[in-house]
């Protein structure tokens, strides 16, 4: 969806390296949820976050939402092979929750040893 | 806790051909969606049913279509596949508004 925009498409990063992946809104967000999705499987729920200023993190990755709710960043510090996949973002435009979600395109991780 | 099954994993078909992919879930999740997912294209809404007993077109319902079996289940059938329709497929189920999407690993499909 234009209206959901991620960034940088594709990253390629060295091992240990901190990267930052966003995702950004031409609406208010009243929900943001990151997926991470391994070549060739299914997609796994990492993060959900709703209020303006929000951070969570899970071991080495951490996501925020703006204070404006418009913007997200998913952060990765020290990077690992694992960490590879593709990251989606998935929005929620509706206070209160709507029928189904909208998602970016996606950004392809790589991560070399 | 199987979550979101999905069947077949794999399936080649020839132009023409029609099946059906199955979906269902155990966690008494009242929503479920059927994506496509093309390389530079994301995922791609195809249908979803709100609650059992509904059923909406998506962004790219064309080719397709679906039944919510029960509450448990829901099934995307191509009645006529096309090259086009190769890609990967994706059923997701959440409980509601405001949960995030559980999702199946996927069916890749081939038509050829």
């Known amino acids: 969806s234009q209206e959901l925009e991620q960034s940088p498409q594709s990253l390629i990063v060295q091992e240990g390296k901190n990267l930052t992946i966003n995702c950004t809104s031409s609406?208010?967000?009243?929900?943001l949820y990151w997926y991470k999705q391994k070549y060739g499987e299914g997609l796994i729920f990492l993060m959900m976050?709703?209020?303006?200023?929000e951070e969570k993190s899970h071991e080495k990755i951490t996501a925020k939402l703006d204070e404006k709710k418009q913007q997200s960043s998913l952060h990765i510090t020290a990077s690992q092979p694992s960490h590879a996949g593709i990251y989606l973002c998935g929005a929620e435009w509706t206070q209160g929750g709507s029928e189904k979600l909208v998602f970016g395109k996606g950004t392809k991780l790589t991560v070399n040893p | 806790n199987a979550g979101v099954t999905q069947t077949p994993k794999f399936q080649v078909l020839k132009t023409g051909q029609s099946m059906t992919l199955q979906c269902a879930q155990d966690m008494n999740h009242n929503s479920m969606y059927w994506y496509r997912q093309d390389p530079g294209m994301g995922l791609r809404l195809i249908y979803y049913s709100a609650s059992e007993g509904t059923t909406d077109k998506g962004e790219v319902p064309n080719g397709y279509n679906v039944s919510r079996l029960n509450k448990r289940e829901f099934s995307l059938r191509l009645e006529s596949a096309a090259p086009s329709q190769t890609s990967v497929y994706f059923c997701?189920?959440?409980?509601?508004?405001?949960?995030?999407?559980?999702f199946g690993s996927g069916t890749r499909l081939t038509v050829v």
């Open positions: 976050l709703q209020k303006g200023g």
């Open positions: 609406k208010t967000l009243y929900g």
């Open positions: 997701a189920s959440r409980y509601g508004t405001m949960d995030g999407y559980t």
